[in-house]
């Protein structure tokens, strides 16, 4: 009689392990902070020396500031990947974030959502006795964490995502000084064409998955090459507004250079990706991006001081 084998007992699940503070912060994209905050705090700048600030208000408002943002910022990348977990799970790209991976389970992703939002709410506080913040954190954080469901719906969910972070100079400006100047519409102008520019290359890389998905997108609407042409006359105009607002604030020689400066790293970055080849869309959307942001930020601090 021959024996029959026992079924081999099934693979032990290795146990999963509690997050950590640097999971947390992939979660969010932290260092994709470089983005928005420099040009809150070129609001700031600007605002302190429009309105002679001292340095106890001027520390008090970078307290508010930097705060606002962090807080804002963190819900609605929590949100974006708690309510399109399902889609990255099925896009090879995202599969491994930390929501489809079982890193951060959807329950604790909400809840961080939910804890960060209030914690922008509060923040507005500081700003007190100067209440517009407070009244339209709400508003804004709704149009912050809308973002996320507007590639279900339009392709213009690139300019939502920009308008979003463009949001950040005026609403600065606005805490800062009880009113926006047009400085303060410059510079959201800039973020505006400039962030939607951007976004428009890195989605290049989904064209094919969020035509299958039912996703909106310029590439997925009107093609790649279409698309580069698109994002590149919005960075036309995002150079023309930075010599805007060069001319609105006042601004200085140090500024102007940075501006030229700016024009030929956005030529850089288009120069970076082409229809045939995706490969260097990374280098293109956060390194040239971030010398973009940071050094504006540095050059308007050097114009200041000198000019």
């Given amino acids: ?44 700048l600007l605002a302190w020396r429009a309105t002679e600030a001292d340095a106890v208000k001027i520390a008090w408002d ?52 939910l804890i960060c939002s209030a914690g922008f709410v509060a923040s507005t506080l500081l700003f007190l006795p100067n209440r517009w913040p407070l009244y339209l954190s709400l508003p804004v954080l709704a149009w912050l964490l809308g973002y996320s469901l507007a590639k279900r719906w339009t392709w213009l969910c690139h300019w939502w995502l920009s308008a ?13 000084s009880g009113s926006v100047q047009p400085p303060a519409l410059w510079l959201a102008a800039v973020v505006l064409l400039w962030v939607g520019g951007f976004d428009i290359l890195y989605s290049c890389q989904d064209a094919a998955f969020d035509r299958e998905a039912g996703l909106n997108s310029v590439p997925a609407r009107f093609g790649i090459p279409a698309a580069l042409k698109i994002a590149a006359a919005g960075h036309l105009l995002c150079g023309l507004c930075l010599f805007g607002l060069w001319h609105a604030a006042d601004l200085g020689w140090a500024f102007l250079a940075g501006v030229v400066g700016v024009c030929g790293l956005l030529m850089y970055e288009h120069a970076l990706v082409r229809p045939d080849d995706l490969s260097r869309v990374g280098k293109a959307f956060f390194t040239v991006n971030a010398v973009i942001s940071l050094g504006l930020l ?5 114009d200041l001081a000198v000019w």
Avoid: E, K, Q, Y
């Fill in 1 to 44: 009689m021959t024996a029959v084998s026992s079924p081999p007992a099934p693979a032990t699940a290795p146990a999963p392990r509690r997050a950590t503070i640097a999971d947390w912060l992939g979660l969010i994209r932290f260092s994709h902070t470089v983005f928005a905050l420099p040009f809150a705090l070129m609001a700031a």
């Fill in 62 to 113: 970078l307290l508010g500031v930097t705060l606002c943002m962090a807080t804002a910022r963190a819900a609605a990348m929590a949100f974006n990947r708690l309510v399109d977990r399902d889609l990255d799970a099925a896009n090879p790209r995202t599969a491994s974030r930390h929501l489809p991976a079982g890193i951060v389970s959807p329950t604790a992703a909400a809840l961080f959502t």
């Fill in 164 to 176: 979003a972070l463009a949001l950040a100079p005026i609403a600065a400006w606005l805490a800062i």
């Fill in 298 to 302: 540095a050059v308007l601090g050097i």
